[in-house]
């Protein structure tokens, strides 16, 4: 076996799973069964078989069918096949309904996602939005955009790769591990937003200060 083939054995690159549920059916209890799921299933895949990057995002929306968990994975051709196997289970369990998987990439995810804002920004203000918009204030809701910084774009793609890749997923698991059950409090978690939020050291939560402009600044 030469080194390109060991490389590519144990390149490490991310796929999505679809872990779909139900028919969308309205009666069911999903933001509490997925916060059950994530915990009780995923997250101990994630430790049995030694997943460092990973994400879990919730999708529920009736009216277009849509009741399924993305789940994604950077992981070598070895540790994907375990994943597989393991969400093979779930499904013969009746865990899940059915899974699909596909080749996943962070950073045009990233890339996507910043583009659609800046058209719907364009569309919002009436007038052109170059690629290295930023919001930095709101005037009665509607976003103010800077495009003076020439670098805003490839901060925001570098930013957004390294939080859906890097970090999301490793605060999820963290979150369902040490509270055993999704609160339902809604003062309880926009404490844990200002505490987060202070902790990079976003002022706030005063009227105009960061958070409080953040926190109201749609995400479109």
Known sequence: MNNTETSLETRECWYE???FFSDASQTR?????????????????????GIANFQMLNYFNPTQGEDFIRFRVEVSPAILMKVEDEIGRLKQKGRI??????????????ERRIESVRQKLEA???KPVSRNWKVVNLTDGTPIVDESDATAYVKKVEAFEAFLGRIVGKWTKLFVEEIDSKPDDKWLV???VHLMMNSIAYSGPDTGSEEDTIRKTPVY
């Open 29 to 49: 209890d999903w933001p509490r069964e997925n916060y059950d799921f994530i915990r009780s299933h995923i997250v101990p895949t994630i430790m049995e078989v």
């Open 97 to 110: 309904r059915d899974y699909s998987k596909e080749s996943y990439d962070p950073r045009l995810d990233a």
């Open 17 to 19: 799973f679809k872990l």
């Open 190 to 192: 926009s404490l844990f």
């Open 124 to 126: 919002l203000l009436g």
